[in-house]
């Protein structure tokens, strides 16, 4: 027996609220990847890495889980395992996690980009899909393979591209555009997949039966999303409070020309115009006549003004 889905058993509510929380958490992963980019020392870098991992992860997550508390079966109610539930969060920021490390410490490279893209993008559908394994019902979920053929590519193309944008956007508005375009292209993968969703239930006497062993939706799901949520939340006072992330500038003292070392071992970072450095002065001459004098040399070899 078939059974008949409905995926806005809530009208609108769900999916914008799920993709209002796609757009939060990629905002945020995506500034806290940007400081990590204006950050010498390793430790603070892996730091950061690792809240926009935790940012992205959770929000994609959360988005998942709201748009399905709109899923519904007509002819059988809905549980889910939370083992099964509070699996899929994982997976989703550990495969996050490994995107966004491969780009922060590689950099956009074509290489970086495809190898981070595909992990995150195949972490992001398999979170889906491990979410969707959670479902206890009167029957079987059945799915459309060249339907979850399309949701995967929508999620690596949607993965690459924001972690493109995390490592080669800086300004605050370019990172609102494309968490934005984030949002858009997960929501569309979540509800691609729910699209490939086939219910074949197997009801006693064609009566309606009841869910397997699980929590209901709202008993489970509701308290789940609290945790993601409020951690959101907090990180987005971390970014409100933050101005050299919020206005993606550097940290001073910490950049310094490729391929050279400041005095405090600082390192050039990838993809950071250099600055300028003076030149230092030797005994007996200021800082403006070392440069008279270096420039006079490279002209030819002409007498700088502080040459003795």
């Given at each position: 027996?078939?059974?008949?889905?409905?995926?806005?058993?809530?009208?609108?509510?769900t999916?914008?609220?799920?993709?209002l929380?796609?757009?939060?958490?990629?905002?945020?992963g995506?500034?806290?990847?940007?400081?990590s980019?204006h950050?010498?020392?390793?430790?603070r870098?892996?730091?950061?890495?690792?809240?926009?991992?935790?940012?992205?992860?959770?929000?994609?997550w959360?988005?998942?889980?709201?748009?399905?508390?709109?899923f519904?079966?007509?002819?059988t109610?809905l549980t889910?395992?939370?083992?099964?539930?509070?699996?899929s969060?994982?997976l989703?920021i550990?495969m996050v996690?490994?995107?966004?490390?491969?780009?922060?410490?590689?950099?956009?490279?074509?290489?970086?980009?495809?190898?981070?893209?595909?992990?995150?993008?195949?972490?992001?559908?398999?979170?889906?899909?491990?979410g969707?394994a959670?479902?206890?019902?009167?029957?079987?979920?059945?799915?459309?393979?060249?339907?979850?053929g399309?949701?995967?590519?929508?999620?690596?193309?949607a993965a690459?591209?924001?972690?493109?944008?995390a490592?080669?956007?800086?300004?605050?508005?370019?990172?609102?555009?494309?968490?934005?375009?984030?949002?858009?292209?997960?929501?569309?993968?979540?509800?691609?997949?729910m699209?490939?969703?086939?219910?074949?239930?197997?009801?006693p006497?064609?009566?309606?039966?009841?869910?397997d062993?699980?929590?209901?939706a709202?008993?489970?799901?509701?308290?789940?999303?609290?945790?993601p949520g409020v951690f959101?939340?907090?990180?987005?006072?971390?970014?409100?409070?933050d101005?050299?992330?919020?206005?993606?500038?550097?940290?001073?003292?910490?950049?310094?020309?490729p391929?050279?070392?400041?005095?405090?071992g600082?390192?050039?970072l990838?993809?950071?115009?250099?600055?300028?450095?003076?030149?230092?002065?030797?005994?007996?001459?200021?800082?403006?006549?070392?440069v008279s004098?270096?420039s006079?040399?490279?002209?030819?070899g002409?007498?700088?003004?502080h040459?003795?």
């Open positions: 027996m078939q059974g008949t889905t409905d995926g806005f058993s809530y009208g609108l509510i999916p914008v609220a799920a993709f929380m796609a757009c939060l958490g990629g905002a945020l995506l500034r806290c990847a940007i400081r980019l950050t010498a020392e390793r430790g870098k892996a730091g950061w890495l690792a809240l926009a991992a935790i940012a992205i992860g959770s929000g994609v959360t988005m998942h889980f709201i748009a399905m508390m709109g519904a079966v007509a002819e109610p889910y395992d939370p083992a099964t539930t509070f699996a969060l994982a989703s550990v996690g490994f995107g966004i490390f491969i780009v922060g410490y590689r950099g956009t490279t074509t290489m970086a980009l495809v190898t981070g893209g595909t992990v995150t993008g195949l972490g992001i559908a398999s979170m889906h899909y491990l969707m959670g479902i206890r019902l009167q029957g079987a979920i059945e799915y459309d393979t060249l339907t979850v399309g949701s995967v590519v929508i999620a690596v193309v690459t591209t924001a972690l493109w944008a490592a080669s956007v800086h300004s605050l508005l370019m990172s609102l555009a494309a968490s934005l375009a984030m949002g858009v292209a997960v929501t569309g993968m979540h509800y691609t997949g699209a490939a969703v086939h219910v074949h239930l197997r009801l006497n064609g009566s309606a039966g009841q869910a062993a699980g929590e209901p709202a008993t489970l799901l509701g308290p789940m999303l609290v945790g959101l939340l907090l990180a987005a006072v971390v970014v409100i409070f101005p050299l992330m919020v206005m993606g500038g550097q940290e001073s003292g910490t950049l310094v020309p391929g050279r070392t400041g005095r405090s600082e390192r050039a990838p993809g950071v115009p250099a600055q300028r450095v003076r030149p230092e002065p030797t005994y007996g001459e200021s800082a403006e006549g070392t004098r270096r006079g040399a490279a002209g030819g002409s007498r700088g003004v040459d003795w």
